[in-house]
């Protein structure tokens, strides 16, 4: 087991760090509020009900919105694991 060690501290007095969290920020910005699909096996399945999330230090902030599955989407996916791990569990 590798133990655990903390991240460096990054320095953003250094433009160059600073402009790469800028750039890196910018990049996650632009996935806010999207849709997700639940993946079932192989097959991306789109809901019309969703679990909106939201940023808990601004509430009026989405996150994004996920597919929100009901019980037979629930099962088929248990279905869909169960046979994917005869072939991963070795």
């Known amino acids: 087991m590798i133990s655990y060690k903390h991240e460096p ?3 953003f ?3 160059e760090n ?5 750039e890196a920020l910018q ?3 632009g996935y806010l509020g999207q849709d997700y699909p639940l993946y079932i096996g192989a ?10 999330s939201y940023n808990p230090a601004d509430k009026q902030e989405v996150i994004g919105r996920v597919s929100k599955a009901n ?3 629930a099962e088929k996916a248990m279905q869909e694991a169960v046979t ?3 072939s991963w569990k070795k």
């Open 27 to 29: 990049t996650v910005e």
């Open 84 to 86: 994917a791990f005869e």
């Open 71 to 73: 019980r037979d989407l």
């Open 13 to 15: 007095t250094n433009e």
């Open 9 to 11: 501290f990054v320095d």
């Open 18 to 22: 600073k402009k790469a969290y800028q």
């Open 43 to 52: 097959e991306k399945v789109t809901t019309d009900e969703k679990i909106v």
